[in-house]
């Protein structure tokens, strides 16, 4: 009977996705026109933060773009792409504390590492035969803001590693939490 209803609810999901994915693709389309009929063209914006480097987005309007990217360099791991919300970079005062944060965690890095070794998660994927410490895709670092709905509101990491999906955060130069899960692509 639970399979049933879980098959019930699959498909009412499935239908509507299937009502709703045309309309999305015709509203892309008419905006995309519009757009074009505006003469309203996409821009690449760059902005240099202190502590974070160069920082770059993508909109018709600068105050338009909601997340800014760059590239850093984090020891471990070597290079990986950093995001800041347009949120974050326009409350000073916080900004200036994820920065901070961000520094102290790369001072710390290899305390981190430590910390995930020891960390029965990633101890079990070892068992599994996959060390989740190697990343096979590029490694994403989220500075979050204040509205982040993750476990804390500091900095988290996360990146594909064979079978597996990784996520942690560090808060105050520590690793707060470090879990991975079956990679929906393998």
């Known amino acids: 009977m639970t399979k049933l ?5 699959e498909w009412i999901f499935i239908g509507i996705a299937c ?3 045309p309309f999305a693709m015709i509203f892309g389309v008419v905006s995309g026109l519009f757009n074009k009929a505006l003469g309203r063209k996409y821009q690449d914006f760059t902005k240099n933060v202190e502590g974070l480097g160069e920082l770059k987005a993508r909109g018709i309007k600068e105050k338009d773009c909601k997340e ?3 590239r850093i ?3 471990h791991w070597n290079e990986a792409e950093i995001r800041v919300s347009s949120k974050l970079l326009k409350n000073e005062t916080l900004l200036t504390e994820k920065v901070n944060e961000y520094q102290k ?5 290899e305390f981190i590492i430590e910390a995930i070794h020891n960390n029965d998660v990633y101890k079990d994927a070892l068992k599994d035969g996959q060390d989740t410490l190697i990343a096979e895709e590029e490694i994403c670092i989220e500075l979050n803001d204040e509205d982040s709905k993750e476990m804390d509101p500091y900095i988290s990491i996360s990146y594909p590693s064979g079978n597996y999906y990784v996520w942690f955060s560090i808060q105050n130069g520590e690793m707060t939490y470090f879990d991975v899960s079956k990679n929906q692509d393998n």
């Not at 209803?5 to 609810?9: L, M, N, R, S």
């Not at 965690?105 to 890095?109: E, G, H, L, P, Y």
Request: net charge positive; with cysteine; aromatic share 6%.
């Open 105 to 109: 965690a790369m001072q710390n890095i």
């Open 5 to 9: 209803i879980g098959k019930i609810i």
């Open 73 to 75: 360099k984090i020891p």
């Open 68 to 70: 800014w990217i760059g």
């Open 19 to 21: 009502i709703c994915l």
